[in-house]
């Protein structure tokens, strides 16, 4: 029998759950509703609930502040009023609140702590064999990667014609014996032999992901969920305007008091035309009314962009648009939008047969630099051929490429940059040169990146007043080397080879 049950005291930024028995007559998920209001000195804040199997109806509270919280749940589901209290401690090591756009282009936790994306691509990770998730989490956490892009609907597409380990509804899928590298194709969309009830969440599926969620906030990483996507056998992307609304109204209402959530409405959304312009503005507006902490939201591109401009959006989350091109825009796509650029999808590391998974780990680190010289930053993927078709983009498991040890040497150098960020200075033509964001008509820190250029020296001339610490970064190596401290023109000898930067301090400011 289900009881009237929350825990007495949480920390800030932490889920509280309240969870009260209800009415299981009709479908619980349509005909029955929940919502809790939760006060404190410092806020009230209203927040639907949801059903969660075997009579469970639950709500989710994120509290912003350490005091002492009343709350009341009431709605059709019940004929009774459920309150109570709590107190709410401050929040602990590691937990620095959700993640928001700070210094325009940049983000940081609500604790003011700078976070820098190192973003990572793994589909349905979260969808395989126990095994294989446990992999994941330990690679993750041996890793640089502080943010994870991942889908809550299966995923069908090359590589990716396995049964996943659950279904987000009640029902059957189509017989996927039938599937072959070569007709995998031919069966999107409503595929027949599919029988699902789209207005019945399987809840074993949906607490799973909560499991992984908060896996991931333990490693403090952002659990970027992709909402909605076109890789589909089973009919998930082509339900009806009502389903895809109770759908999004489920994962709202279930989600969002997790504070490393971020939103991606959709993954390639130009990829599903049975969806319009007016679809996805609809989705976004559940979001903006119904999410109470407004976590980050976006929307990704296969080709053509979102207009990132809409206001509802709050950084960009773009795939490339060039073969050999993306990073390079960066500077050009902060000035169109005004908002932290994310370039999510860069082509990936890998061997495998498709354009977009096949550079070289230099070349991706490449991108990684040249993205963050920019004042912008990429996302990684790997897509090496494995014995049994375990790509990381899409399963998880292991990294084997050369570039996520690479991360973690260019994560510690934006940590050491002065203030909030890096922004593009036009300093020099022929190299790419960043400053930090907030410094003013003066800069004091320079980081220039020569990417796959190879001078032997560099000189520089800033003023015969100042003196300036010169570091020689070699950004593969990961090493960092002093090369002395300068005061008017002077001359910085280089190795001549590829994926070199310097880095310059003021002196005094050292």
């Known amino acids: 029998?289900?009881?009237?049950?929350?825990?007495?005291?949480?920390?800030?930024?932490?889920?509280?759950?309240?969870?009260?028995?209800?009415?299981?007559?009709?479908?619980?998920?349509?005909?029955?509703?929940?919502?809790?209001v939760f006060k404190s000195n410092g806020e009230t804040k209203t927040v639907e609930g949801f059903y969660n199997g075997d009579g469970r109806y639950t709500v989710r509270f994120m509290p912003s502040f350490a005091e002492h919280y009343t709350f009341a749940i009431s709605g059709s589901f019940s004929d009774k009023t459920y309150a109570g209290d709590f107190a709410v401690l401050p929040a602990q090591k590691g937990n620095h609140g959700p993640v928001r756009v700070a210094n325009t282009f940049h983000f940081a936790y609500e604790d003011g702590d700078p976070y820098y994306s190192i973003g990572t691509t793994c589909y349905v990770w979260e969808?395989?064999?126990?095994?294989?998730?446990?992999?994941?989490?330990?690679?993750?956490?041996?890793?640089?990667?502080?943010?994870?892009?991942?889908?809550?609907?299966?995923?069908?597409?090359?590589?990716?014609?396995?049964?996943?380990?659950?279904?987000?509804?009640?029902?059957?899928?189509?017989d996927s014996s039938v599937l072959t590298k070569e007709n995998f194709q031919s069966y999107t969309g409503t595929a027949p032999g599919n029988k699902w009830d789209f207005k019945r969440f399987n809840t074993e599926h949906f607490q799973h992901i909560d499991n992984c969620i908060k896996a991931l906030r333990d490693l403090?990483?952002?659990?970027?969920?992709?909402?909605?996507?076109?890789?589909?056998?089973?009919?998930?992307?082509?339900?009806?305007?009502?389903?895809?609304?109770?759908y999004w109204n489920y994962c709202i209402a279930r989600?969002?008091?997790?504070?490393?959530?971020?939103?991606?409405?959709?993954?390639?959304?130009?990829?599903?035309?049975?969806?319009?312009?007016?679809?996805?503005?609809?989705?976004?507006?559940?979001?903006?009314?119904?999410?109470?902490?407004?976590?980050?939201?976006?929307?990704?591109?296969c080709r053509p962009f979102y207009?990132?401009?809409?206001?509802?959006?709050?950084?960009?989350?773009?795939?490339?648009?060039?073969?050999?091109?993306?990073?390079?825009?960066?500077?050009?796509?902060?000035?169109?939008?005004?908002?932290?650029?994310?370039?999510?999808?860069?082509?990936?590391?890998?061997?495998?047969?498709?354009?977009?998974?096949?550079?070289?780990?230099?070349e991706l680190v490449r991108r990684f630099w040249e993205a963050a010289c920019r004042g912008g930053y990429a996302?990684?993927?790997?897509?090496?051929?494995?014995?049994?078709?375990?790509?990381?983009?899409?399963?998880?498991g292991e990294l084997h490429g050369e570039s996520p040890e690479r991360f973690k040497f260019l994560l510690r150098i934006l940590k050491e940059t002065p203030g909030h960020g890096?922004?593009?200075?036009?300093?020099?033509?022929?190299?790419?040169?960043?400053?930090?964001?907030?410094?003013?008509?003066?800069?004091?820190?320079?980081?220039?990146?020569?990417?796959?250029?190879?001078?032997?020296?560099?000189?520089?001339?800033?003023?015969?007043?100042?003196?300036?610490?010169?570091?020689?970064?070699?950004?593969?190596?990961?090493?960092?080397?002093?090369?002395?401290?300068?005061?008017?023109?002077f001359k910085v000898d280089l190795p001549g080879k590829e994926y070199m930067a310097i880095r310059i301090k003021k002196a005094q400011n050292l």
């Open 127 to 174: 969808l395989q064999s126990a095994e294989l998730q446990k992999k994941t989490l330990e690679t993750l956490s041996k890793s640089a990667f502080n943010k994870i892009r991942f889908c809550i609907f299966p995923k069908h597409y090359d590589y990716n014609l396995g049964e996943p380990r659950s279904y987000p509804y009640e029902g059957k899928p189509m």
């Open 255 to 301: 989600f969002s008091a997790f504070r490393n959530v971020w939103w991606s409405l959709a993954n390639e959304y130009d990829l599903m035309p049975q969806k319009t312009l007016a679809d996805w503005e609809r989705y976004a507006a559940l979001l903006c009314e119904k999410d109470p902490y407004k976590h980050l939201r976006s929307i990704h591109n």
């Open 379 to 396: 996302g990684h993927g790997e897509t090496f051929l494995h014995p049994n078709n375990l790509l990381w983009w899409s399963h998880g």
């Open 307 to 362: 207009d990132y401009s809409r206001p509802w959006i709050t950084h960009c989350s773009i795939q490339r648009q060039d073969l050999y091109k993306t990073a390079e825009f960066t500077t050009e796509w902060r000035e169109r939008y005004g908002k932290p650029v994310v370039l999510d999808e860069i082509a990936y590391e890998g061997n495998i047969q498709h354009g977009w998974g096949n550079i070289s780990g230099k």
């Open 422 to 489: 890096l922004k593009p200075t036009p300093l020099f033509w022929d190299a790419v040169t960043a400053t930090a964001e907030n410094n003013a008509s003066s800069p004091d820190y320079y980081l220039i990146y020569y990417g796959f250029m190879r001078p032997s020296f560099r000189e520089f001339y800033f003023n015969d007043i100042e003196s300036f610490e010169v570091e020689v970064i070699d950004t593969w190596e990961m090493t960092i080397v002093k090369a002395g401290v300068y005061q008017g023109k």
């Open 1 to 36: 029998m289900i009881e009237f049950t929350y825990p007495k005291q949480t920390e800030r930024w932490d889920v509280l759950e309240v969870i009260c028995p209800g009415f299981t007559d009709k479908n619980p998920f349509t005909d029955y509703q929940i919502r809790g």
């Open 220 to 246: 403090n990483i952002e659990a970027d969920l992709i909402i909605m996507h076109p890789y589909d056998r089973w009919g998930f992307s082509m339900m009806s305007a009502e389903e895809d609304d109770l």
